[in-house]
T-cell receptor, first 114, second 109 residues
Framework: GAVVSQHPSWVICKSGTSVKIECRSL??????MFWYRQFPKQSLMLMAT?????????EQGVEKDKFLINHASLTLSTLTVTSAHPEDSSFYIC??????????FGSGTRLTVV | DAKTTQPTSMDCAEGRAANLPCNHS???????VYWYRQIHSQGPQYIIH???NNETNEMASLIITEDRKSSTLILPHATLRDTAVYYC??????????FGTGTSLTVIP
């Protein structure tokens, strides 16, 4: 079946630094990738949608300059949290949509900003 | 995409069937019903999806009412490993994929 690999699985960074999270579709080409954020005891909140080779579409209230998304190939999308602060600490999850319109999720990245 | 309503939490005895309801009264004709589950601190796992007809796979069965305004996910023989948050999502292919609040299912020994 379709597999999405997300790295790193957890990261701790200092306030003010940037962190990059990678999302790869291992055995299929992802026409579209989604990035979500999840706070404790809450549901997944969609942050942005990215299509290969084009700019990401951000949900209302998500700062595009803070959460940089790059989708340079059909198998790789990256999310960079710039100038991270403690309030950015969260569980970040990516999802990839293949050509059969199935949605496969990565295992998530736990970001802690200290 | 149409909004869904699910109970906040449910319990189920191990070995019994778990029936998880979902209301989606504003669903449109082209929107699919998807079910995912999330075990603590993991990414969501696909369970099943359907449009109009009932569906069954190795994990579960999906029963969609004739008017499509509600559906039920059935786990035929719940195990402790089925304890998770279950999300019912109504989705139009090509649109964004939004999650609701989900149902926290606890399987009790």
């Amino acid at each position: 079946g379709a597999v999405v690999s997300q790295h790193p699985s957890w990261v701790i960074c200092k306030s003010g630094t940037s962190v990059k999270i990678e999302c790869r579709s291992l055995d299929f080409q992802a026409t579209t990738m989604f990035w979500y954020r999840q706070f404790p005891k809450q549901s997944l909140m969609l942050m942005a949608t990215s299509n290969e080779g084009s700019k990401a579409t951000y949900e209302q209230g998500v700062e595009k300059d803070k959460f940089l998304i790059n989708h340079a190939s059909l198998t790789l999308s990256t999310l960079t949290v710039t100038s991270a602060h403690p309030e950015d600490s969260s569980f970040y999850i990516c999802s990839a949509r293949g050509q059969d319109y199935g949605y496969t999720f990565g295992s998530g990245t736990r970001l802690t900003v200290v | 995409d149409a909004k869904t309503t699910q109970p906040t939490s449910m319990d189920c005895a191990e070995g019994r069937a778990a029936n998880l309801p979902c209301n989606h009264s504003t669903i449109s004709g082209n929107e699919y019903v998807y079910w995912y589950r999330q075990i603590h601190s993991q990414g969501p796992q696909y369970i099943i999806h359907g449009l109009k007809n009932n569906e069954t796979n190795e994990m579960a069965s999906l029963i969609i009412t004739e008017d499509r305004k509600s559906s039920t996910l059935i786990l035929p023989h719940a195990t402790l490993r089925d304890t998770a948050v279950y999300y019912c999502i109504v989705h139009l292919v090509g649109n964004q994929f939004y999650f609701g609040t989900g149902t926290s299912l606890t399987v009790i020994p």
